[in-house]
Structures are given as structure tokens and as C-alpha cells.
């Protein structure tokens, strides 16, 4: 896998009633890095479900780098032999996990 370039997470989403911003942020010591803004400009109704998803997009990328990794363990050569089956049952449901939980995040509900 190439290294990635994105800014690394976890990252939150919220709103700012204030400014009627749904923000997308870094959480830093005692602040927070802006990395994506819905403004009151933008007459979307789906700005929140945008700031959701944009939010859990490094969890989503991490769940599905595991999926693809526990895919490939199971359609190997060698996954007939029993040990192979096992690791690659175990690396799938820890992927079911997170990716559940990526999905949880991205539509807005806490997994």
C-alpha cells in the first residue's frame, strides 16, 4: 500500500449554531485544525450529512485497508490449510467491526 498524505484522524464533525457551520475538525490541544466547512452560504440540506461522512473518511479508509487485507488472506493459495482459514476469519470480523463502526460515524449515529 502507498503512504498516505491526508491529514490523520480520528476527525469530528459538528455544528456551530452561531455561524449555522457544520465543521469537520482536527481535535488539537485546547482547539481544534478547521479541515472542512459547510457554510451558511451553501442552501444545502444535505450539509450535515456531508460533514458526517467527510468526517469519517479516515476511519472509513482504515476499515476498508482491513477488509481488502482480510479478502486477500481468504482467497490466497494457501487459505485451505486450517490456520490460514482461522486468521483470515478473525482479521475479517475485527474489519467487520471497524467498518461498522465507519458507517455508524459517516451517517451521523454513534456506532
Known sequence: MSEMKHTPGPWSCFY?????EWHVS???ANCGMKLALAPDGIQSENREADAHL?????E???AL???QSAL???VS???IEQTTVANAFAAATAADVKA????????GRHP
Open 16 to 20: 456551530k449554531p452561531k455561524y449555522d
Open 26 to 28: 482536527l481535535p488539537m
Open 54 to 58: 467527510i468526517g469519517a473518511a479516515p
Open 60 to 62: 472509513m479508509l482504515a
Open 65 to 67: 485497508q482491513e477488509c
Open 72 to 74: 486477500a488472506m481468504m
Open 77 to 79: 493459495p494457501n487459505s
Open 100 to 107: 461498522r463502526a465507519a458507517i455508524a460515524k459517516a451517517e
